[in-house]
């Protein structure tokens, strides 16, 4: 579902926040800016609705209005970001608690529990008001629900949530016997009787039980989906034609966006690297990640900030060209749409010095406008990408639960990062320009040749199998340490780690040891010594045949990492974490075993993806570098530069420090 038929770009516009003569000023500039689509009202309960069922949208009228004149269209909000003062004085019971008994107070943001009756009901009826009011608007192109779902309160321990939560026990459980059984109540003589004595897991003398800890997380996250899902019923009744998005956060380990993504009807999230990072890789990861939870379909950049965000300790601004830079990186990997928190810079207020597509000072030479003024220009050429999609042959298992289950309390190592361990696979396919999808263990992996599963700590009820029949019909699966341990609930798969995965992989895994932060220990591979950290699996094998052995300590000359063939495929075991030569090296064997090849031959630091329809290719070229590289392209080709308009045969190709080059192939004759 598209949402307009050009690339979108614009910002989050909170007008409310300035004198009216600023709204045409500001139309002005956006017209000039190439903004096309603004997000509008995020946080405007209290103005929309300025006492309990009193409406007032003159305001917000004329802004629609003024902004549809400029050729300016709407994601409208629905305003329930910020419940209003007068609504929590009304009903203090909203504000949610935290894990301590401590109640979250009125002042900044999202203080609201999200099991309270009241809430619901007001919600509904504020968003319903908003979509009677604006439904046959002509600049109303999408809903932006709430906002940021979950990022300052993820978890609420309130009574309200107490009783929701027994409820939601009731309905996955059946009985107080069979709850016991899954959350292993009768360690530490946790047995429940009956429901009501079950309790959120606040704060307890020691650790809390992790079954219990897991659940309350998916109970979390359902019931803040379930917000969403009250306003989605009512825009879906009264607006059936408008799509609903809310955004996301990336790797936002609250909300399983998996589950999330199915719910809305384009993916839209946040994205804010700090240029401290250098090249943006976790940007990228993140990019390919959330066009991965709609199985590929383009999604918006909903906010990125122009230069510097406020709230890191130190909030270092882009320098010049890489905001341009990085959203060309952010379309390369699937995005239709480049969008800013915000448009212009507030004058009060918590974000005031967060970055702005107009600043807190405006000229004609403002370095920040100018750049936003380029960008939304050039990405006026480049309709032809809406809707284009990334083809991949690899892809990266990435699971919420799995998360939620691994960095629980009371494991062999506490230290252990989901994200990093993903980050440290996809980094090698990122360098070499290897397109790469997000998968969960359930979905259909038969379009892949490669997948790889980093930590997958649990495997629930049916994924082994799904696993199974990947490498029995030939694909090569790649499985990090400390996976298949544990079921949906955190019970452990006796008979040997990695429990279903074990015929598979070809091994079992008699021992874990992990690793002090400073400890490195070496590994042995037919090609030479690489070092490894973190953890060390004792491998015994049944019938895979080792790829590298461990050089020191007690377990010096065992196994570390595995290969093992099953059916007409391979499963690949690594038992520690290698460093990054030995895993480039690794999974370059195994490409080349696929026949995968990086999209282009390129020099280091040069980011290269391809998004294409049935019909035509399109290569995006970003030069992180800063200064100029060359490379070559095919000679058999034509292509055309789509932001300069020129074509060109193939062969050698420079591209400026920190340019960008999106080159659409045409054939010998120059048809597309
Ligand atoms: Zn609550």
């Keep these: 579902m598209n949402v307009l038929s050009s690339i979108c770009y614009g910002g989050d516009y909170n007008p409310e926040q300035w004198p009216e003569e600023i709204w045409y000023e500001d139309a002005q500039l956006m017209q000039k800016a190439g903004v096309n689509l603004v997000s509008l009202g995020i946080f405007s309960w209290s103005k929309i609705e300025p006492s309990d069922g009193l409406f007032d ?35 203090p019971d909203s504000l949610p608690t935290d894990e301590s008994g401590v109640i979250l107070s009125f002042g900044s943001r999202q203080h609201y529990c999200p099991n309270h009756p009241q809430l619901i009901t007001h919600i509904k009826r504020l968003v319903r008001a908003i979509a009677e009011r604006y439904k046959n608007h002509p600049a109303l192109k999408m809903w932006h629900v709430n906002n940021e779902y979950a990022c300052h309160v993820s978890k609420c321990f309130c009574e309200n949530c107490a009783v929701a939560f027994r409820k939601w026990l009731k309905e996955r459980y059946k009985t107080i016997d069979e709850l016991n059984e899954r959350w292993g109540t009768n360690f530490w003589g946790q047995r429940y009787n009956n429901w009501d004595e079950i309790n959120p897991p606040k704060k307890a003398p020691t650790f809390i039980n992790p079954s219990q800890e897991l659940d309350y997380y998916r109970f979390m996250n359902d019931s803040i989906l379930r917000l969403f899902l009250t306003e989605k019923e009512v825009l879906r009744e009264v607006t059936p034609n408008i799509p609903i998005s809310t955004n996301f956060m990336g790797s936002f380990k609250p909300l399983n966006y998996f589950q999330w993504a199915q719910h809305v009807d384009i993916v839209t999230w946040d994205s804010y690297p700090d240029p401290r990072e250098g090249l943006p890789i976790q940007h990228a990861m993140m990019n390919d990640l959330m066009r991965s939870l709609r199985k590929g379909q ?29 959203s060309y990186a952010t379309i390369a990997r699937g995005a239709d749409g480049i969008m800013f928190f915000q448009w212009r810079q507030s004058r009060a207020g918590a974000e005031k010095f967060h970055g702005a597509m107009v600043p807190h000072f405006l000229n004609e030479n403002n370095r920040i406008y100018r750049e936003v003024t380029q960008l939304g220009q050039e990405l006026k050429k480049l309709d032809c990408l809406v809707g284009s999609r ?12 799995n998360w939620w289950a691994v960095e629980l309390s009371s494991k062999p190592h506490n230290k252990l990062r989901y994200i990093s361990i993903v980050e440290a696979y996809y980094r090698e396919l990122y360098k070499r320009n290897i397109a790469v999808d997000f998968v969960r263990p359930s979905d259909d992996l038969t379009k892949y040749k490669v997948v790889i599963a980093p930590i997958l700590y649990m495997v629930k009820e049916g994924e082994d199998e799904k696993l199974r029949q990947f490498v029995a019909s030939g694909g090569t699966l790649i499985v990090s340490f400390f996976s298949g341990i544990v079921d949906e609930n955190d019970r452990v798969y006796l008979g040997g780690y990695p429990g279903p995965l074990r015929d598979i992989l070809g091994i079992f ?30 491998i015994r094998l049944e019938g895979a045949e080792p790829l590298a052995t461990f050089k020191g ?6 196994p570390v990492v595995t290969r093992n063939c099953y059916g007409k495929g391979e499963g690949i075991y690594v038992g520690t974490y290698p460093d990054s030569n030995y895993l480039g090296k690794l999974l370059e064997q195994v490409l080349v075993k696929h026949h995968i090849n990086p999209i282009l031959e390129v020099a280091e630091n040069v980011e290269v993806q391809q998004r294409e329809t049935d019909e035509w290719k399109c290569l995006i070229i970003i030069n992180h570098n800063d200064y100029e590289v060359t490379l070559s392209l095919p000679e058999d080709k034509v292509y055309q530069n789509m932001i300069d308009g020129k074509c060109f045969r193939g062969g050698e190709l420079r591209i400026q420090g920190v340019d960008v080059a999106v080159l659409r192939e045409h054939d010998e004759a120059g048809k597309v």
């Design 553 to 558: 300590d007690w377990y010096a000359g065992l």
């Design 57 to 91: 949208f003159e305001w917000l009228d004329k802004v629609i209005d003024i902004l549809y004149d400029h050729g300016v269209y709407v994601n409208l909000g629905t305003a329930t970001a910020t419940t209003p003062a007068w609504f929590v004085k009304k009903y």
């Design 390 to 401: 990334i083809k991949a042959e690899v892809a990266i298992i990435f699971d919420w639960e």
């Design 298 to 326: 383009p999604f918006i950049l909903m906010e990125q900030v122009t230069s510097h965000v406020n709230w890191r300790d130190i909030n270092v601004p882009k320098p010049p060209g890489v905001m341009r830079l990085w």
């Design 509 to 538: 895994v008699e021992e874990f040891v992990p690793y002090p932060e400073t400890k490195v220990n070496k590994i042995y591979s037919n090609d030479g010594e690489y070092d490894c950290t973190t953890w060390a699996d004792i």
